[in-house]
């Protein structure tokens, strides 16, 4: 997959909104699964939004109806859009890469992903 440049964090209010983007050097080619996790200080690093080679989408249930994974294979970025954000969502983010042998992202574990990014900081104050 290349390498992965992450970028867009930075400081919200809460209730305000974000966009990250996740850059690949190179197309990816074939069955493939696309991340976001997210990890806050003294936490386990946590799966976020998911995305595949068909756009098939997996979200966290905290995540869920306020964050949307995209794709632009054109550009080979992945997007996550941020939206009513709080407190809860301060943390480093981090987009990852992993394949997928005809399977589904929600089956993987954060140990099948072999490609990450440098991570960006999301801080959000209320």
């Known amino acids: 997959q290349g390498q992965l440049v992450a970028s867009g964090g930075g400081s919200a209010q809460a209730g305000g909104s974000l966009r990250l983007s996740c850059a690949a050097s190179e197309s990816i080619y074939g069955d493939y699964c696309m991340g976001w996790f997210r990890q806050a200080t003294g936490k386990e690093r946590e799966g976020v939004a998911f995305i595949d080679n068909v756009s098939r989408t997996t979200y966290a249930d905290s995540v869920k109806g306020r964050f949307t994974i995209s794709q632009d294979n054109a550009e080979n970025t992945v997007y996550l859009q941020m939206g009513s954000l709080n407190a809860e969502d301060t943390a480093m983010y981090y987009c990852?890469?992993?394949?997928?042998?005809?399977?589904?992202?929600?089956?993987?574990?954060?140990?099948?992903?072999?490609?990450w990014g440098q991570g960006t900081q999301v801080t959000v104050s209320s």
């Open positions: 990852a890469a992993a394949s997928l042998w005809g399977g589904y992202c929600y089956t993987l574990a954060t140990s099948d992903f072999g490609a």
